[in-house]
Nanobody, 125 residues
Framework: QVQLVESGGGLVQAGGSLRLSCEAS????????LGWFRQAPGKQREFVAA????????LFADSVKGRFTTSRDNAKSTHYLQMNSLKPEDTAVYYC??????????????????WGQGTQVTVSS
């Protein structure tokens, strides 16, 4: 079992930045693919980024490529999503997720087995 807790959301003006955190517990942190998704009001949950521990690389959705980055702190069992140049269309609840599959990257919701509770990001224009 894996427990995931997101934090770091908030209200920011367009062009601003936020860093989301995903703290994991319950299993060795760096042994499973990890993903970030978001869900805006009235819309389906969509893929944002997928992280491979094996390679250390991240796959990004085209909508955030060049603006979002990821990092990790193994000692804290925490993965981070750094969001820069935020736009109003980035407003959503952001979720991190972990998969039992071997990886390296997964962009489908159905590939993930564990989900955090989400953190709200609101970008004002």
């Amino acid at each position: 079992q894996v427990q995931l807790v997101e934090s770091g959301g908030g209200l920011v003006q367009a062009g601003g930045s936020l860093r989301l955190s995903c703290e994991a517990s319950g299993r060795t942190f760096n042994t499973y693919p990890l993903g970030w998704f978001r869900q805006a009001p009235g819309k389906q949950r969509e893929f944002v980024a997928a992280f491979s521990w094996r390679s250390g690389n991240t796959l990004f959705a085209d909508s955030v490529k060049g603006r979002f980055t990821t990092s990790r702190d193994n000692a804290k069992s925490t993965h981070y999503l750094q969001m820069n140049s935020l736009k109003p269309e980035d407003t959503a609840v952001y979720y991190c997720a972990a998969s039992n599959k071997p990886g390296p990257f997964y962009s489908r919701i159905s590939d993930y087995d564990y989900w955090g509770q989400g953190t709200q990001v609101t970008v004002s224009s």
